[in-house]
């Protein structure tokens, strides 16, 4: 295996509706000196990508509604931002301790639908790509016309975890890139097969990223250069839990 | 932010019962010609620790009892590797579609206890280490009196997810590092207090190793160099969820 390297790419405007995410980039990483290549990774933080897309939302305008009140008191809640989670959800998967974790239309588990307050100018509220999939897909395919590279690129988000503390960036989004990396079938070194059969190396990569950009610095966006990966178009979306695999349904 | 990379080390030798992990890591190094620097990051594969410190278990010895008999019928296990998987949790969080998700006597939330046959000789089981963060504690102590650098180890094991498909690694133990970055407190630039407040930048280092690593080639380490994070001795035991605050009891 090689050496990987994570090159932070900083140095954003601030984002407005209909900006050009990979023209920000190429922008940005131009004036830092970096230049893509072949096989490399693009992890792009998810807020840029909505806010790009106008899928900021003025909690003014937000009329919650009957269920939305009810949850929000029970959690200690804005009752107009529990109206967009829930707008943003197929179901609640759990709600307790001031924490509503939902199902996506995107069949993300996550908390509050990924409807997030933070970096975001005062009194909206920030969703997540209606298609993250899809944004991915246009911004790789911007970055390939722009620069004649063959790269991926991820959409990510930062998640909690339900069994253990803290929080890590996970992929919501890929293209040009298999969320997995498939060992199905393949056997180790005393003849038995891999109790683990598919890395989801778009998450490490994502939680890679996270590690170069962090949460304070203006750094939206990361390449990861030297991982291991399949190129496939089938997006993150795929990668959701069968619902009769679900054990916590 | 500065660049990050990760440096896969390689060429163990097969590890035995009371290898030194220390030595055999600065020997591949060694040979790779890399040399520590401060404030790296040296992930070890759950794998070698477990087989450095005694935890293989001849299954043929094992004598399943009347909880693992049922419980391995239910779910098509053998009932010698699932008196293991009980005798190592503290209890049995889900159970269904053949995986049995436990909790283990580290707190560890994840399949089968981590108990596992691959990549280890037949007819054995690999146990977690007893105590992960400990043997981090010891690894790091000995690299760091081999080398005069201050370094933080972090072992890595691979989790399955309940809410997606495909697996990451994650650390269950470490030591000389902070297993969460801690923004607590901490604005936006619009003043809001951040969503995220504490990134498990020990499972994100764990996860980015993982890339450099695969799961075929016999590189059962990585050196993680350039990522932020806090010195501290708290441990991976300490992020285990608050009981109080676990959503999916």
Request: charged share 35%; hydrophobic share 40%.
């Amino acid at each position: 295996m090689n050496k990987l390297e994570i090159i932070p790419v900083g140095g954003f405007p601030e984002v407005r509706e209909g900006a050009d995410i990979a023209a920000l980039f190429l922008e940005a990483a131009r004036r830092s000196r970096v230049e893509l290549a072949d096989r490399d990774v693009v992890v792009v933080k998810q807020k840029i990508v909505s806010k790009a897309e106008g899928r900021l939302v003025r909690l003014a305008d937000v009329e919650p509604g009957r269920d939305a009140r009810k949850l929000a008191e029970a959690q200690g809640k804005d009752p107009r931002l529990v109206e967009l989670v829930l707008r943003e959800s197929l179901r609640v998967v759990r709600a307790g301790h001031g924490v509503i974790i939902t199902e996506t239309k995107h069949r993300l588990v996550c908390a509050n639908s990924g409807v997030d307050r933070s970096n975001v100018r005062r009194g909206y509220a920030a969703l997540l790509p209606a298609d993250p999939d899809g944004s991915a897909r246009r911004i790789r395919r911007e970055l390939e016309e722009a620069t004649g590279r063959k790269v991926a690129v991820i959409i990510s988000d930062t998640f909690g975890r339900p069994w253990r503390r803290g929080q890590t960036d996970v992929a919501i989004g890929c293209s040009g890139i298999d969320p997995l990396l498939s060992y199905l079938g393949k056997t180790d070194r005393y003849g038995y097969e891999l109790r683990v059969t598919e890395p989801a190396v778009v998450d490490e990569i994502a939680g890679a990223a996270e590690l170069a950009t962090g949460k304070l610095s203006r750094i939206p966006a990361a390449i990861v250069r030297g991982a291991a990966y399949a190129r496939g178009e089938r997006g993150v979306r795929s990668i959701a839990i069968e619902r009769e695999k679900d054990l916590f349904r």
